[in-house]
Nanobody, 126 residues
Framework: QMQLMESGGGSVQEGGSLRLSCTTSRTQLDDFALGWFRQVPGKEREGISFLSRSGRNTYYADSVKGRFTISRDSAKNMLYLQMDNLKPEDTAMYYC???????????????????WGQGTQVTVSS
C-alpha cells in the first residue's frame, strides 16, 4: 500500500482558494503519473486533474479547468492542487492517487490501485 496522505482541505466561502497537498513515505511520487479525484456521497469518485509522470503535461476536467492547478515538488515528494475561485459544487472529499492511462476514462487516466487515503474534505459555501 502506498499510504497516500492528503491535507489542506477546509471550509471556505465561494470565490475562495485552498491548496491541497498529498504525500507518502512509502515511495517516490516521481515514479508515477498522478491525479486528484473527488467524491461526494452517493456519487462515484471522479478524476478532475492529472499530471504526467514527466511533470510536463497536465489535464483537467472541464468543471475545474482554469480554476485548479496541479503541480508536483519532487524534492519534497509532494503533489499539490491549487484551487481558486471555488464554487459550492466543488464541495467534496478529495483524494490523490497514482494513475495509469485508461482509454475508457474521460480524461484518459484512472487510478492504478484500489488504494485510497483518507482524503481531505473541501466545503464551499455560497
Amino acid at each position: 500500500q502506498m499510504q497516500l496522505m492528503e491535507s489542506g482541505g477546509g471550509s471556505v466561502q465561494e470565490g475562495g482558494s485552498l491548496r491541497l497537498s498529498c504525500t507518502t513515505s512509502r515511495t517516490q511520487l516521481d515514479d508515477f503519473a498522478l491525479g486528484w479525484f473527488r467524491q461526494v456521497p452517493g456519487k462515484e469518485r471522479e478524476g478532475i486533474s492529472f499530471l504526467s509522470r514527466s511533470g510536463r503535461n497536465t489535464y483537467y476536467a472541464d468543471s475545474v479547468k482554469g480554476r485548479f492547478t496541479i503541480s508536483r515538488d519532487s524534492a519534497k515528494n509532494m503533489l499539490y492542487l491549487q484551487m481558486d475561485n471555488l464554487k459550492p459544487e466543488d464541495t467534496a472529499m478529495y483524494y490523490c492517487a497514482p494513475v495509469g492511462s485508461d482509454p475508457n476514462a474521460e480524461l484518459g487516466f484512472s487510478a492504478l490501485f484500489n488504494d485510497w487515503g483518507q482524503g481531505t474534505q473541501v466545503t464551499v459555501s455560497s
